[in-house]
C-alpha cells in the first residue's frame, strides 16, 4: 500500500476548500432577496448572469443552514448536525434548498471524518444550473479525492474520467488515475498509465517522479514483464541511484539467461562498485571465483573487505571460508613475491595479456599509476583472447579511480556489443554508474 504523497496534495487542498465552499450557501438567497452569505462569487448561478432571477433558499432553512456552518468552523460538529438535521426536517424543499443542504452535509461528513458519506453529498451538489464550467471541474476534482480518501478506487476512476471530460487539465489527476488503478491492483492499467506519464518528462527533457518510476517498476513485476521491470530500474538508477535499486538491477543481471560464466567476474566488479556485496555468499563467490581466474591477491583483497565490513566472520561454515581465506593469503603472497619478474618476463611476449593481468595486480596491491600504466600497455599491445573483457575490468579500474573520461573511451569501444552474454548490460549499467559518481 502507497502512502499519500505530493501529487494528492493539489487534491487534497481542493477537497478542504471544497468542504468550506460546500458548506456557504454561496449566491443563494433568502425569500425576501437579502444576501446571506459573502462567500465566492464564482457560485452564482449561470441563469443570473443571463438576467434571470437568482435562486433563492427560504429563511426558515437558511438560517438553520448558516448556524450550521458558523457551528462547523467553531469545530462543534454535534451542534452543527443537529441544525442540519432540523433544516432537513422542513418540507417542499426546492432542488437548490436541496443542493445547498447537500453542500452543508458534505461539509458537515467531511468534519466528522466520514468521507464516503460526504463524497455522496458532494455527488448531490456537483450539477445543477448553478454552477459555472469552472465550478464544476473544480468539483469534480474534489469529488476524486474524497473517493480517494475513502479508498473507492474504482469511483475515484470514475470521477478522474468525469473530470477529463469536463476539461480538467491538472497533472495530479492523471497520477492519482494510475495510483488509483495500482491500489485497486488492476496493475496492467497502472502501467500502461504510468509508462505514458514517464514517457511524457523523458520526452520533454525532464525527470521522472521518482513515485512513478516505483509504482512502474512493481506493476511491471506484479503482471510478470521482466524486460519492462529491467527497464524501468535502469531508468530509476539514471535518475534516483540508491544502493537498493542498483543491488535489484544488479541481482536481474545475475538472472538473465545465459549470462556468460567468463563474465560473471566483471558482474562481480561492477556490483561492488555500485552497490557494494550484500552478504557472505557474495564475499566468497567472489573471491573463489578471482581464485579460480588467477586473481589471488584481488581474492584476498576481497575477502579482507568481507570481514572488515563484519559481513565474514572467522571460522564461519565449518571452516569452508578459513580454508578459503588461507589460500588466497597464500596464493596472493607468491604472487606478490614473484609479481616484478613476472612482469619482465610478460614485456617479452607477443600478447599483452599477461601484463594486463599483472598490471591489475599492481593496482590491487596499492601501486595504481604504475598499475594501470601496465594494463594500458598490454591492451595496446594487443590480447588475442577475450580482449573485450580486459577492457572491461579496466573500465572498472578508471572508475575507482575516477578517471570518467578514459572510462567512457573505453565503454564506446564496447558498446553494441552482444557477445559475450551479459556484456552489453555490463556496459550500460557502467556507463549510468560513471554519469552519476
Not at 471541474?137 to 478522474?160: D, G, H, S, T
Not at 492499467?189 to 509504482?215: D, F, H, M, T, Y
Not at 565474514?312 to 580454508?323: P, T
Not at 588475442?384 to 569501444?413: M, T
Request: proline share 3%; charged share 25%; hydrophobic share 45%.
Amino acid at each position: 500500500m502507497i502512502e499519500r504523497n505530493r501529487f494528492m496534495r493539489p487534491l487534497l487542498a481542493c477537497s478542504a476548500m471544497l468542504a468550506i465552499v460546500m458548506a456557504h450557501p454561496a449566491g443563494a438567497q433568502t425569500a425576501s432577496g437579502a444576501q446571506r452569505t459573502a462567500s465566492s462569487p464564482a457560485s452564482a448561478s449561470s441563469a443570473a448572469g443571463a438576467g434571470e432571477a437568482a435562486p433563492t433558499v427560504r429563511p426558515e432553512i437558511g438560517n438553520l443552514l448558516l448556524d450550521a456552518q458558523r457551528l462547523l468552523g467553531e469545530k462543534d460538529n454535534k451542534e452543527a448536525a443537529a441544525k442540519v438535521l432540523a433544516a432537513e426536517a422542513i418540507a417542499d424543499k426546492t432542488p437548490y434548498e436541496l443542493h445547498i443542504l447537500a453542500r452543508v452535509k458534505g461539509a458537515l461528513a467531511t468534519a466528522m471524518g466520514d468521507a464516503e458519506s460526504a463524497a455522496l453529498q458532494y455527488e448531490l451538489a456537483s450539477q445543477g444550473p448553478w454552477l459555472t464550467q469552472t465550478d464544476k471541474v473544480a468539483r469534480l476534482q474534489a469529488m476524486v479525492a474524497l473517493y480517494y480518501n475513502a479508498k473507492n478506487y474504482a469511483k475515484a476512476i470514475e470521477w478522474i474520467e468525469k473530470y477529463q471530460q469536463a476539461g480538467g487539465a491538472d497533472p495530479a489527476m492523471r497520477m492519482v488515475l494510475a495510483q488509483s488503478h495500482y491500489l485497486k491492483a488492476d496493475y496492467a492499467s497502472a502501467a500502461k498509465a504510468l509508462e505514458i506519464e514517464v514517457g511524457k518528462a523523458i520526452s520533454a527533457g525532464k525527470v521522472p517522479e521518482e513515485l512513478q518510476l516505483k509504482l512502474l517498476a512493481d506493476s511491471l513485476g506484479r503482471l510478470r514483464d521482466q524486460a519492462g521491470h529491467t527497464r524501468v530500474l535502469e531508468t530509476m538508477v539514471r535518475y534516483y541511484p540508491s544502493q537498493a535499486t542498483w543491488r535489484a538491477l544488479i541481482s536481474r543481471l545475475w538472472a538473465k539467461p545465459q549470462l556468460a560464466t567468463r563474465l560473471q567476474m566483471d558482474v562481480f566488479r561492477l556490483q561492488l562498485a555500485a552497490a557494494g556485496l550484500a552478504d557472505e555468499t557474495d564475499y566468497t563467490e567472489m573471491a573463489a571465483l578471482a581464485l579460480q581466474e588467477g586473481s589471488a591477491i584481488e581474492a584476498s583483497k576481497v575477502l579482507e573487505q568481507g570481514y572488515a565490513a563484519g559481513v565474514l566472520v572467522a571460522g564461519g561454515k565449518a571452516g569452508e571460508l578459513q580454508r578459503l581465506t588461507d589460500k588466497a593469503g597464500k596464493s596472493a603472497t607468491e604472487d606478490r613475491n614473484t609479481l616484478e619478474k613476472d612482469i619482465v618476463r610478460a614485456r617479452t611476449l607477443p600478447d599483452g595479456l599477461a601484463m594486463f593481468n599483472y598490471g591489475f595486480n599492481l593496482f590491487q596491491l596499492g601501486q595504481a599509476e604504475r598499475g594501470v600504466t601496465l594494463m594500458e600497455q598490454g591492451l595496446a599491445k594487443g590480447i588475442a583472447r577475450n580482449g573485450d573483457l580486459a577492457r572491461l575490468r579496466l573500465v572498472s579500474v578508471y572508475a575507482s579511480l575516477k578517471q570518467r573520461e578514459k572510462a567512457a573511451e573505453l565503454l564506446s569501444s564496447l558498446a553494441g556489443k552482444v557477445e559475450p552474454v551479459g556484456l552489453d548490460d555490463c556496459v550500460r549499467y557502467w556507463t549510468l554508474l560513471l554519469r552519476r559518481s
